[in-house]
């Protein structure tokens, strides 16, 4: 005979997919682009915007636009696209400035094995840090000969001919190798104990930061030889990364400092415990915790340095902006500066967004947090 309770047994029920409207494509947007009345028109108003300007942009760019060709002529066929034609005929001289035709080989091969180099360090492999040190110590030594010559057989160029992208990353990534460690040693001095090291990078920092990088650039244009002994003289280049490096390892040290007031006091005491001396604790202990703390920052200073060698035209160097500039002052090629600006702004991006996207890969890989 079943009883009552056989008659009533509990069953469940099963797990209800959630509502239609609150997954997939139609949640995203519920909840990223709609989720109010605010955001809403705020959405509405953005999609509007890109409806007025994304489909003139591309007509303008590509549609439109003129690749063929070896002058202007070519372009009057569509005068509403952009002429292409121009960055196309310029190219070569984008990169390299004003550098020999048959040397150009040597800037080529100078990037492309320190893009290799640097790619390489990416990847966990038994050489990376034998890379690392290849790119702070002999490469830069190895790219000067190679791309200033006169040694080796190789035909001698003038710095004056140095022109375009080359000129922008051999001043930025000198900038950025030589600032970085001057960076850290006023970040130390700064917190020193010793009160004339302390001042001395006090002055030091505070004065530099002070400034706006052109006058930086002016004073080691202008008053740098008149430091110098009788019969010494340096060309503009150089004059040019000393002042981008003394101004970016300003920086660098307030960036180096931050994360070191950042590292924890325990690691101070516990260094020291171990009997540690000063730099040994610095090099093993503190400095490894500080600079990670501030990779953004870091890089975020690299980032800046690349986009202020623009402000080396001052100087009379031929960065990318001038040598554009001074090709649309071309009589055939006058009134073209959109191209070439649009054409360095992308050149400027890839670089900036590759750094940044090198940054959060060293982020992910340093994260100690164990987060899932």
């Given at each position: ?28 947007l519920r909840g990223n682009l709609f989720n109010g009345w605010f955001n ?56 390299f400035g004003f550098y020999p035709d048959g040397e150009q080989w040597r ?37 000067f000969f190679l791309l200033a010559g006169g040694y080796f057989g190789l ?218």
């Amino acid at each position: 005979m079943s009883t009552d309770t056989d008659a009533y047994v509990f069953t469940p029920t099963p797990p209800q997919p959630p509502p239609a409207n609150t997954v997939g494509v139609v949640g995203w947007l519920r909840g990223n682009l709609f989720n109010g009345w605010f955001n809403s028109l705020l959405t509405i108003a953005a999609i509007y915007l890109l409806y007025l300007t994304i489909p003139p942009l591309i007509n303008w760019a590509f549609l439109s636009a003129t690749f063929s060709g070896t002058d202007r002529t070519a372009c009057e066929a569509s005068p509403d696209g952009a002429c292409w034609t121009f960055i196309k005929v310029r190219f070569n001289q984008i990169l390299f400035g004003f550098y020999p035709d048959g040397e150009q080989w040597r800037p080529i091969v100078t990037f492309v094995v320190g893009l290799g180099a640097l790619v390489s360090t990416v990847f966990r492999t038994p050489a990376r840090r034998w890379t690392v040190l290849f790119l702070l110590t002999l490469y830069p030594v190895a790219a000067f000969f190679l791309l200033a010559g006169g040694y080796f057989g190789l035909t001698e160029v003038e710095t004056a001919k140095w022109g375009g992208l080359t000129v922008t990353l051999v001043v930025s990534v000198t900038g950025i190798v030589a600032s970085f460690p001057i960076g850290i040693v006023l970040a130390l001095g700064r917190r020193s104990n010793m009160p004339i090291v302390r001042s001395a990078c006090v002055v030091f920092i505070e004065l530099v930061r002070g400034v706006p990088l052109i006058s930086v650039l002016f004073m080691a244009s202008v008053m740098l030889p008149l430091f110098l002994p009788e019969g010494m003289n340096f060309n503009k280049l150089l004059r040019a990364l000393v002042g981008v490096t003394l101004f970016t390892a300003a920086y660098m040290a307030e960036v180096v400092r931050g994360g070191l007031q950042a590292v924890p006091k325990g690691q101070y005491e516990g260094a020291a415990a171990l009997g540690l001396g000063y730099w040994r604790m610095m090099i093993l202990i503190i400095l490894p915790q500080a600079l990670k703390l501030v990779i953004p920052s870091i890089v975020n200073s690299f980032i800046s340095l690349f986009k202020d060698t623009t402000l080396v035209y001052i100087v009379g160097l031929f960065d990318v902006l001038e040598i554009i500039r001074v090709s649309t002052k071309d009589a055939n090629w006058i009134g073209l500066e959109k191209e070439g600006y649009v054409f360095a702004a992308l050149m400027f991006w890839v670089f900036c967004f590759a750094m940044s996207r090198v940054s959060l890969r060293i982020e992910k890989r340093l994260d100690t947090s164990h987060r899932k």
